[in-house]
């Protein structure tokens, strides 16, 4: 079955520095990513839309200038948390559309655990 | 911005007992999905429905769809220790990303 990929899966980074998570869909394009936030014990929170070939559509409160999407490819979308700080500790999720041949089907990566220290 | 109310966020019950999750919107939408999600992993699908009315069975697992589909539930028969985890409830306009709910975490001990 289709299957998207994350990597890294888990990462520590100092304080300052940036991080990039990528996000691969490995059996099938997709024109459409989505990047997740979750914290301990709670839901995923949608961060935002990623387009193949035009800027990523953020939700309300999430700083597009911190966390940075490229969605450059059919198969890989990257998120970059720049000027990492430890409040942005938290497991980052993908997922990816399959919208080939009529399917509407989401598929999730593994998710990346940031930590930074 | 579409919302997904889900309740309980918390249950913790004994082996053997049944139990119901619900997932209620003021939204109308093109399917509704649940998940159930092990710590430090991604959600895994267990049902898709579309249709308002619809009925789903997983094994000890059932899962409805409200007939205005703005509302599900997932109700589990005899809960075992194995069905410990976050269940998550999820709505999708079409074209959309998937909206969670805030998830219910389930205990069932032995």
């Known amino acids: 079955g289709a299957v998207v990929s994350q990597h890294p899966s888990r990462v520590i980074c100092k304080s300052g520095t940036s991080v990039k998570i990528e996000c691969r869909s490995l059996d099938f394009q997709a024109t459409t990513m989505f990047w997740y936030r979750q914290f301990p014990k709670q839901s995923l929170m949608l961060m935002a839309t990623?387009?193949?070939?035009?800027?990523?559509?953020?939700e309300q409160g999430v700083e597009k200038d911190k966390f940075l999407i490229n969605h450059a490819s059919l198969t890989l979308s990257t998120l970059t948390v720049t000027s990492a700080h430890p409040e942005d500790s938290s497991f980052y999720i993908c997922s990816a559309r399959d919208a080939s041949g009529g399917r509407n089907t989401i598929y999730f990566g593994e998710g990346s655990w940031l930590t930074v220290v | 911005t579409q919302l997904l109310e889900q309740s309980p966020q918390f249950l913790s019950i004994q082996e053997g007992e049944n139990l119901t999750v619900y997932c209620n919107s003021s939204?109308?939408?093109?399917?509704l999905q649940w998940y159930r999600q092990e710590p430090g992993e991604g959600p895994v699908l267990l049902v898709t429905?579309?249709?308002?009315?619809e009925v789903k069975k997983l094994k000890r697992l059932t899962f409805q769809f409200g007939d205005a589909r703005k509302d599900s539930s997932l109700h589990i028969t005899a809960a075992q220790p194995g069905d410990t985890g976050l269940y998550l409830c999820?709505?999708?306009?079409?074209?959309?990303?998937?909206?969670f709910g805030k998830g219910t975490t389930l205990s069932v001990s032995s």
């Open positions: 999820a709505g999708m306009e079409a074209g959309t990303a998937l909206i």
């Open positions: 939204s109308v939408f093109s399917s």
């Open positions: 429905v579309v249709t308002g009315g």
């Open positions: 990623s387009n193949e070939g035009s800027k990523a559509t953020y």
